[in-house]
């Protein structure tokens, strides 16, 4: 299974009422875009202009900005809020009917009005094609979509879901334009026909240029004239020095943690600043539960009683990242400290040593771990031989990392051929759910081989059905505290997020929340 994020590197949602949100943003035309236009430099790719399809960050940045979902995160918040939509609630008491009425005069960038029927069949597409590198994971509790008149979408659930307006307040909830996207097959010329605050003029290899939308109609108030977004396709040195010489204004999602300690120490004589924000991005050791090493729980204690973190963020990654004890991250709402609380913050051999004896294990433990060269940040091998290290420096392990190509990575983990692999993880949406069900729910996208009927059978339905998303914090603390005893995955870190931008360049700040939506019409250039 391909999800977005995915695993890739670099809120809250509380309080879901079975009433009717109402909008709290400030309406907004495309008439704005009177500033400058801003050149954004990025390592990633867009892997695809089509919603139905893409699903990474690069993608999503993209949708994010192009098209219009019925509900939006607003800078800094927690909670959806209309945006095509111009309220939305359950109708039920058992979040299994979700209806939203869309606002009046929607129209795309090309003219077309934006009517029920396009929501219905944006939707419908994207489940109907289920392309594997795409978001129809994300609603497999979607029964069907009716649309009563042309303003009114109502969306029946299979089971209950009060993460549902979350979901589709991200990328996945992207309009098409029905005239303008086939039912069944994916859009291949590379353009994109949205309604949100920008439209794609043009999309290459190597750049992408977006000038705003007249056609728009949201919450979205815009301070440039249009965006071009470069590709430097990962080669991070590059995207610096175009960076320093003033070729790009904002670089993003790319320059190494040195990169970025380097400017920010000589931010004062190169005219540049970095900014930073909150991030929900965290990082995984990953245990196959079927290996014969790494499925023994002794072994796996003993490697949670052994890790350094605050080592690692200090030593690989330049303190651009904090030590994660749980598998929710600090932000999100049910997070609490359960592997800090079992495992402690400073390594102890003593106890290593002592949950090996309990496994009968008196001899040193042969274990490779398992690394992706780039996928997950440029310093990713340089962790995992820092972590081997810190075993084998206990004197209870031998242990060596090897890294491989990300396409042999992933079939190597879908074949159990790894003991130990790591993981990254970019949230789809801000809510414990998605830290938790796609992890250890029905269709486990680790393919660790853990199951645990209490987590399938009791703890994630139970807070899938709550409304009230705050009354979740107990179920939420019960599985992390199972996961925590039993140790399928041992949480690393969760970043920090950052940009960094030339002078006289501002609005990153509200680009760089928890949410993960990097809003281009914050962004303004003297």
Request: hydrophobic content about 35%.
């Amino acid at each position: 299974m391909n999800m977005r994020n995915q695993w890739s590197v670099l809120p809250i949602v509380a309080g879901l009422a079975s009433g009717l949100l109402t909008g709290c943003g400030t309406e907004s035309g495309g008439s704005g875009g009177s500033g400058s236009s801003v050149v954004m430099g990025m390592s990633d790719d867009v892997l695809a202009t089509d919603p139905a399809s893409g699903y990474d960050p690069g993608s999503w940045l993209l949708f994010n900005n192009v098209f219009q979902s019925l509900l939006s995160f607003p800078k800094g918040g927690t909670e959806p809020e209309p945006e095509a939509a111009k309220e939305c609630g359950f109708s039920d008491t058992q979040a299994k009917v979700y209806k939203c009425t869309l606002q009046d005069g929607l129209k795309f960038s090309n003219g077309d009005a934006l009517t029920s029927e396009d929501v219905k069949f944006s939707f419908d597409r994207m489940l109907k094609i289920n392309d594997d590198a795409g978001p129809a994971i994300m609603f497999p509790m979607l029964d069907k979509v009716e649309t009563p008149d042309e303003k009114i979408v109502v969306f029946h659930l299979k089971v209950p879901d009060a993460t549902f307006p979350s979901k589709i307040a991200s990328g996945a909830g992207s309009i098409v334009d029905h005239r303008q996207y086939d039912a069944t097959g994916l859009r291949k010329d590379g353009k994109a026909v949205g309604s949100g605050p920008y439209k794609l003029d043009s999309f290459g290899d190597d750049e992408a240029v977006f000038s705003v939308n007249d056609n728009y109609k949201g919450t979205a108030d815009i301070q440039n004239s249009g965006v071009t977004l470069k590709f430097f396709h990962g080669d991070q040195s590059a995207l610096k020095k175009d960076l320093l010489d003033g070729k790009v204004d904002i670089a993003y999602r790319g320059l190494t943690a040195s990169d970025i300690a380097d400017i920010d120490q000589g931010s004062s004589d190169s005219g540049v600043e970095v900014i930073e924000g909150s991030s929900a991005e965290v990082q995984h050791l990953v245990f196959n539960m079927d290996d014969p090493v790494a499925g023994q729980l002794g072994v796996r204690q003993a490697i949670a009683y052994l890790i350094d973190r605050d080592a690692l963020i200090k030593n690989v990654y330049d303190d651009t990242a904090t030590p994660l004890y749980s598998i929710i991250p600090a932000g999100i709402a049910g997070h609490n400290t359960a592997f800090f609380d079992r495992y402690g913050a400073r390594p102890s051999q003593t106890k290593a040593a002592a949950a090996l004896q309990a496994q009968g294990i008196t001899g040193k433990v042969k274990l490779t771990l398992w690394s992706t060269p780039s996928r997950y940040g440029p310093a990713t091998d340089q962790e995992l031989k820092a972590i081997a290290g810190q075993l084998n420096a206990s004197g209870l392990f031998d242990a060596d990392v090897k890294s491989v190509d990300y396409a042999q990575y992933e079939k190597d983990i879908a074949d159990g051929k790894y003991g130990v692999y790591v993981k990254g993880w970019v949230p789809d949406y801000p809510d414990a759910d998605n830290f938790t069900a796609p992890f250890f729910g029905a269709g486990n996208v680790l393919s660790n081989n853990y199951t645990n009927s209490t987590i399938t059978g009791t703890l994630i339905p139970r807070t899938a059905a709550q409304s009230d998303r705050a009354a979740t914090d107990n179920d939420f603390g019960k599985l992390q505290d199972i996961v925590a005893a039993q140790l399928p995955v041992l949480p690393v870190w969760q970043a920090k997020q950052y940009a960094v931008a030339r002078e006289g360049v501002y609005g990153l700040e509200y680009c760089l929340d928890a949410s993960t939506v990097f809003r281009f019409w914050e962004l303004s250039k003297d």
